[in-house]
């Protein structure tokens, strides 16, 4: 299981952080990524990262505001929002799968329960 923090509420324009980690020692190993699902909509591809941190991969929305990064010996990745704005309201979920395709695809062997993000005009 991956384990979500962060979030909150945020005014357009304005940053926020969320994080992903696992207590399993493989998971140093996973392909990361990241999702959302607005209300009334279908989940999303966000950015994605490599198991060694050296590749990422973003969303067209959210290029160049989203940045996607693993700390702490890379048992934790981190999404770091700027410049939000109101259409980035949604749940968020991390996940993970061994196979870089796979997670860019949205088809992870791991989940985390979501985190609520909203962003007020």
């Known amino acids: 299981e991956l384990v979500q923090s962060g979030g909150g509420s945020v005014q357009a324009g304005g940053s926020l952080r969320l994080f992903c980690a696992a207590s399993?020692?493989?998971?140093?190993?996973?392909?990361i990524g990241w999702f959302r699902q607005a209300p009334g909509k279908e989940r999303e591809f966000v950015a994605a990262?490599?198991?060694?941190?050296?590749?990422?991969y973003y969303e067209a929305s959210v290029k160049g505001r989203f940045f996607i990064s693993r700390v702490n010996d890379k048992y934790v990745v981190d999404l770091q929002m700027n410049s939000v704005k109101p259409e980035d309201t949604a749940v968020y979920y991390c996940?993970?799968?061994?196979?870089?395709?796979?997670?860019?695809?949205?088809?992870?062997?791991?989940w985390g329960r979501g985190t609520q993000v909203t962003v007020s005009s």
């Open positions: 996940a993970g799968d061994l196979n870089w395709g796979r997670v860019v695809a949205g088809i992870n062997e791991g």
């Open positions: 990262i490599d198991w060694y941190g050296h590749n990422d």
């Open positions: 399993i020692p493989g998971f140093i190993v996973y392909n």
